[in-house]
C-alpha cells in the first residue's frame, strides 16, 4: 500500500492523545478505507487516540468499530500528519463513525517505560556531567532498553 496515495488530500488527524494521554475509549468519523484483499484494511479517521509507532515508542493497538463493520487495530501509522490505522476488517464500511478502543495495558506499559527513558536520559546526565544522547531505545520487548552515546560510563572521580 502507497501511503502517499492512502492520505492524499486527507486533512491532519486531531490527535487526542496530546490532549488526555489517559483517553482509551473515542469516537470519530471515518475519511477513508482501502482494503488490501479479502480481510485486511486500512482505515484514516478524522481523530484518533491511537499513538502510531514513532519517537521511539511502539504501535498502539485495539480496535475500531462502526454500525456493520470491525477492525482489529494492529498496526497504526503516522504518515505527514495523518494517523492510518491497519489490521483484520469483519463486515462492510460505509463512512459514518466507530467508536475506538486502545489496548490499556501495553500502551500503558510503553508510556511508563517512555517517561522512564527520558528520566534516565537525565539521570545519566547528570552523572555524567554532561548532555548525552539518546541513539536508541526499545520498549516493545520484555525489558524497556535505552542506549546512551557512550558505550561504558565512567565514574566520577569523587566516587571513587
Ligand atoms: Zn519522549
Given at each position: ?62 480496535t ?6 470491525s477492525l482489529k487495530v494492529t ?12 489490521g483484520m476488517i469483519e ?70
Amino acid at each position: 500500500m502507497n501511503l502517499q496515495d492512502m492520505t492524499r488530500s486527507l486533512p491532519q488527524t486531531e490527535r487526542l492523545y496530546f490532549k488526555d494521554s489517559y483517553l482509551t475509549k473515542f469516537s470519530a468519523k471515518i475519511l477513508r478505507v482501502e482494503r488490501e484483499g479479502k480481510n485486511k484494511a486500512y482505515i484514516v479517521l478524522d481523530a484518533t487516540a491511537f499513538h502510531p509507532k514513532s519517537g521511539g515508542q511502539p504501535t498502539d493497538t485495539g480496535t475500531l468499530r462502526g454500525q456493520d463493520c470491525s477492525l482489529k487495530v494492529t498496526k497504526s501509522m503516522g504518515f505527514r500528519d495523518v494517523v492510518i490505522h491497519y489490521g483484520m476488517i469483519e463486515g462492510e464500511v460505509d463512512g459514518g463513525t466507530v467508536t475506538g478502543e486502545v489496548y490499556w495495558e501495553p500502551r500503558y506499559l510503553y508510556m511508563r517505560r517512555h517517561t522512564g527513558g527520558h528520566l534516565l536520559d537525565h539521570c545519566l546526565a547528570s552523572l555524567l556531567e554532561g548532555p548525552i544522547e539518546t541513539t536508541d531505545s526499545w520498549l516493545g520487548g520484555s525489558r524497556g532498553r535505552s542506549e546512551g552515546e557512550r558505550d561504558h560510563p565512567t565514574r566520577r572521580k569523587s566516587d571513587s
